[in-house]
């Protein structure tokens, strides 16, 4: 969870399709970050525990106390039907749109050359695209797993074997998270 840099409040998928690894992971990263920090405080109602441990990290602490005082003042039934953490329900919301806002770009030129160039997708979000494309496009998705699970395999070994690792090798671990879901 980021807590030092600046938030990045993305409007789009096309924004992040230049960057490095799976665009939705980066999206949805930047989004769940900016929702914990200004999310408004009357409506964070249950927390998982991944989040809560999010909310606890973020850098607006007085904020953070306030919604933290109410969950441990009313803890949310067990029973209650309803039972999701609030920002997973959004991100998972935010991540149906923005793989709706993908296909729906689909015959945009800088779409296909990111499908054909240097696309990356971790296997999560590989998976749901998948469903979504035409026919034609599913053995496209294929290859971008497999060859960034190949591209990552080969990162990490470097990793594992350079003998002071830079920090920037780092990032591998990251994405391979990442990659996993
Ligand atoms: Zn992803
Ligand atoms: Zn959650």
């Known amino acids: 969870m980021r ?14 399709l230049q960057e490095p690894g799976c665009p939705f992971c980066r ?5 769940q970050a900016a929702r914990l920090q200004s999310h408004s405080k009357e409506n964070i109602h249950r927390l998982c525990n991944f989040h809560a441990w999010g909310l606890a990290a973020v850098q607006n602490a007085p904020a953070a106390a306030q919604v933290f005082i ?23 919301a935010e991540e ?9 770009c689909l ?5 296909s050359e990111w499908l054909r160039g240097s696309a990356a997708l971790c296997i999560p979000h590989g998976l749901k695209l998948r469903r979504q494309v035409p026919p034609v496009l599913t053995a496209r ?3 971008i797993i ?6 990552l395999a080969q990162d990490l070994e ?3 074997d350079e003998k002071e690792p830079d920090k920037a090798g780092w990032g591998a671990l990251g994405r391979a998270a990442e990659f996993l879901g």
């Open 3 to 16: 807590t030092h840099k600046q938030l990045v409040v993305y409007q789009s998928i096309l924004e992040v």
């Open 27 to 31: 999206f949805l990263k930047e989004y």
């Open 70 to 92: 109410r969950l441990v003042d009313e803890p949310a039934e067990v029973s209650q039907s309803d039972s999701r953490c609030d920002i997973c329900r959004e991100v998972l």
């Open 96 to 104: 149906e749109l923005r793989l709706r806002e993908f296909v729906s």
């Open 107 to 111: 015959a945009r030129n800088d779409v």
């Open 141 to 143: 998705i294929d290859t």
């Open 146 to 151: 497999e060859s960034y699970r190949q591209q």
């Open 158 to 160: 470097h990793l594992r």
